[in-house]
């Protein structure tokens, strides 16, 4: 089966579930509402097509959600004694960040990771160089610096395990061959 097939019926299954959910009960009836309801929406409203050019490997997405979550834990607990210390405000500043990610997909990914972790946001993305600039809530010492880098290198990693192993990856075949990365 390919892909874009899986993909459409992923969605389809997930959008009756939703429409399930929305009506609190589980009847046949909701069942097939919701099939009727999600084609409808499917057929008239598409989605855009979105390269998928890896696998999705279980266990290093569990590992990933488990960094991620020590992460936003750790920095939670940095920013709030950065806000209640008894010093001044802390010295921020942009960061830039090669990244190494091939898919535009996985690049959201990371940057939507980033964005939830407190004390990080992502203010610009050069999609072709696939450099990224952050703004970095604590750049005092050259620690903070470096557990910054260290953290976005991690995630960086654990997402291209979980989603783009080199042994595994093929660029999508509607790909436009504009876009080279570099």
């Known amino acids: 089966m390919k892909r874009s097939t899986v993909l459409r019926l992923f969605v389809l299954g997930w959008m009756t579930l939703v429409w399930m959910l929305l009506w609190g009960t589980f009847s046949i009836a909701n069942v097939l509402g919701g099939l009727v309801v999600s084609i409808l ?7 855009p097509r979105v390269p998928v050019e890896g696998r999705l ?10 960094v991620i979550f020590v ?9 709030a004694w950065l806000a209640v210390r008894p010093a001044p405000p802390p010295v921020t ?3 830039r960040c090669r990244l190494t990610i091939k898919s535009d997909l996985v690049l959201t990914l990371w940057t939507d990771i980033m964005n939830n972790i407190p004390g990080t946001m992502v203010l610009e993305i ?7 600039y952050v703004h970095v809530l604590d750049v ?4 903070a610096v470096a557990d910054f880098y260290r953290s976005a290198r991690l995630i960086e990693r654990l997402l291209v395990d979980t989603f783009e192993r080199e ?16």
């Open 140 to 143: 005092s010492t050259d620690r």
């Open 167 to 182: 042994s595994e990856w093929q660029a999508s075949p509607w790909r436009s061959g504009t876009e080279e990365l570099t």
């Open 93 to 95: 500043g942009v960061l």
């Open 41 to 47: 929406i499917m057929t008239v409203l598409p989605l």
């Open 126 to 132: 050069d999609q072709a160089r696939r450099i990224v």
């Open 57 to 66: 490997h279980v266990m290093s997405a569990l590992r990933l959600g488990g």
């Open 71 to 79: 992460e936003t834990i750790r920095s939670t607990i940095n920013v």
